[in-house]
């Protein structure tokens, strides 16, 4: 049973630049959320899709962005990258209904 | 406000020495208090979900217990494998999010 999984493990950026990050859910899972993570930190939330939608959103900027696909996978999209944005980007996906979520193993972005 | 407030920040304990970590939490209308494990440069690892005060979950050395205020992790006999973060996490009722700690780094030393 494929656990969720992550795309790129690490990624380096300029500032400005802009970036995209991929998520595929557990099997039999149809809801993702995406967190950022600082080091020493808990994970903060950022939003989470379900049927494609954005169904919540924490607070974070308009420059955060997210897609679901059919197959329920996500993407998370980081416009006008800035210094502050490095963090471990992690995936979640859930069961709707279901309020366990479980973590993929993240992706480390640096932004210099 | 929702908030959540672990403690201590970080744990040294030798092999075998049992303690327990602290997870206080004041939240609107509670729908779940969940620990996890991070081990570093990783993801969160599911390890419980208490719903009710005087709930208890067992797993192994590790146990979680809960009441209105707060969530302990037990950990009993622990071994040097046990090292890594231990995150709290709720589940708020206003907001259906998830309000995590800072998280408490425990290491075992053989």
């Known amino acids: 049973d494929a656990g969720v999984t992550q795309s790129p493990t690490h990624l380096i950026k300029t500032r400005g630049q802009q970036v995209t990050l991929r998520c595929s859910p557990k099997s039999g899972h149809d809801t993702v959320s995406w967190y950022q993570q600082a080091l020493g930190q808990g994970p903060q939330f950022i939003f989470q899709y379900y049927e494609e939608e954005e169904r919540q959103r924490g607070n974070f900027p308009d420059r955060f962005s997210g897609h679901q696909f059919p197959n329920y996978s996500s993407e998370l999209n980081v416009n006008a990258l800035l210094l502050g944005d490095s963090a471990l980007y992690l995936c979640a996906s859930s069961l709707e209904g279901s309020r366990e979520q479980y973590f993929g193993p993240g992706t480390r972005l640096t932004v210099t | 406000e929702d908030q959540v407030t672990q403690s201590p920040e970080a744990l040294r304990l030798q092999e075998g020495e049992s303690s327990s970590l602290n997870c206080s939490y004041t939240?609107?209308?509670?729908?779940?208090l969940f620990w996890y494990r991070q081990d570093p440069g990783k993801g969160p690892e599911f390890l419980f979900t208490l719903y009710s005060a005087g709930e208890e979950k067992e797993k192994e050395r590790l146990k979680a217990t809960l009441t209105k205020k707060e969530s302990f992790l037990h950990i009993t006999a622990p071994k040097p494998e046990d090292s890594a973060t231990y995150l709290c996490?709720?589940?708020?009722?206003?907001?259906?999010?998830?309000?995590w700690g800072a998280g408490t780094k425990l290491i075992i030393k053989p």
């Open positions: 996490a709720v589940l708020s009722g206003s907001n259906y999010q998830l309000i």
């Open positions: 939240v609107s209308g509670l729908r779940g």
